[in-house]
């Protein structure tokens, strides 16, 4: 595109009043100079103008540039949507094949179990505990389950494809962990105790869950049937004497299952002994447990102290037999 620069149109103004320039104008000097004045004024509005439209003419190209750029990047990017839709339905296809195949594949599975696998599902009384149950109120599907045992939950595995009576139609696995209700507890003295052949009382429950023990009488009630395990631990202070003894014991409705004794015969001053016992009970609902000392005739105690809490006893439910509470 051509372009015009002040120079050559200064060079035709000049040309033009060289023409015009005769010796019978010298009369009229002073009246051409006012002229070219004005026509040289004339000149730069002129100039500018085309100055100012040689910049729009510039800034126009500049813009036409950038559509050009822009239309390149349009025509890459619906080159890749097009990429794009062609994989989509590809893998809209490659889904509606897998579909019809799981379809396909589940239809000749469920024909190829007889009819007779599935009986109208009626109800039965109480918990299911077979697959057979399963089978009669309904189960088709083969998979892991919870039934009732002769005691506790048991897990099987049933194979809805085979016959009730099939080798295989049921799989034992294991037992699995319910519970009607969560029982623990530990509970602590903060001071001396030594009655003898009483159950030792408690001061403080660090945990009481089913509120299944009695700080005050120091007696555990079961408040369901089944395994219970119970800790004792606690510190027995030794009065000095030739010989001196005490023990801890367990006892269960009133009958001793077993304790620790702990003995001095030397006569130290004053010796301070330990003594700990574990204990795993199967237990009935009401069954009453405690802990219980004897000092054998000597002077000697559970020693504690307020901010030590030697004496500990902790019991929580092991296992529970769900049957007996249902």
Not at 216 to 244: D, E, H, K, N
């Amino acid at each position: 595109m051509a372009h015009f620069s002040v120079a050559s149109l200064t060079q035709v103004v000049l040309l033009l009043i060289f023409i015009c320039w005769t010796p019978s104008s010298t009369g009229a000097a002073f009246s051409l100079e006012e002229e070219f004045l004005q026509l040289k004024i004339q000149m730069k509005q002129v100039v500018k103008s085309f100055e100012a439209k040689d910049e729009q003419l510039k800034s126009l190209e500049n813009k036409v540039e950038q559509l050009k750029s822009l239309e390149s990047t349009a025509i890459e990017l619906q080159a890749k949507v097009t990429v794009l839709e062609a994989k989509v339905e590809q893998q809209d296809s490659l889904l509606t094949s897998l579909l019809r195949e799981k379809n396909e594949c589940t239809a000749e599975a469920t024909d190829s179990i007889p009819i007779s696998n599935y009986p109208s599902a009626v109800a039965i009384p109480g918990i299911p505990s077979s697959c057979a149950d399963l089978r009669e109120i309904g189960h088709i599907w083969s998979g892991i389950f919870s039934v009732m045992g002769s005691a506790k939950m048991e897990s099987v595995y049933c194979n809805f494809t085979l016959l009730t009576d099939d080798a295989g139609f049921q799989k034992w696995i294991g037992y699995v962990d319910v519970k009607s209700a969560p029982v623990y507890f530990y509970v602590q003295r903060n001071s001396n105790f030594g009655t003898e052949n009483i159950p030792i009382p408690f001061d403080l429950a660090l945990v009481n869950e089913g509120n299944a023990m009695d700080l005050t009488s120091g007696i555990f009630t079961a408040p369901a049937q089944g395994i219970y395990f119970f800790s004792f631990a606690g510190v027995a202070r030794l009065y000095a004497s030739s010989y001196a003894e005490l023990t801890a014991d367990l006892y269960l409705n009133g009958n001793l299952i077993g304790g620790i004794l702990v003995r001095d015969t030397v006569g130290s001053a004053d010796p301070l002994s330990p003594l700990s016992f574990q204990s795993t009970l199967n237990l009935k609902t009401g069954d009453r447990v405690w802990v219980q000392m004897n000092s054998g005739g000597t002077p000697s105690f559970l020693s504690d102290y307020t901010s030590y809490h030697h004496t500990h006893f902790t019991g929580f439910m092991l296992e529970e037999e769900i049957v007996a509470s249902l």
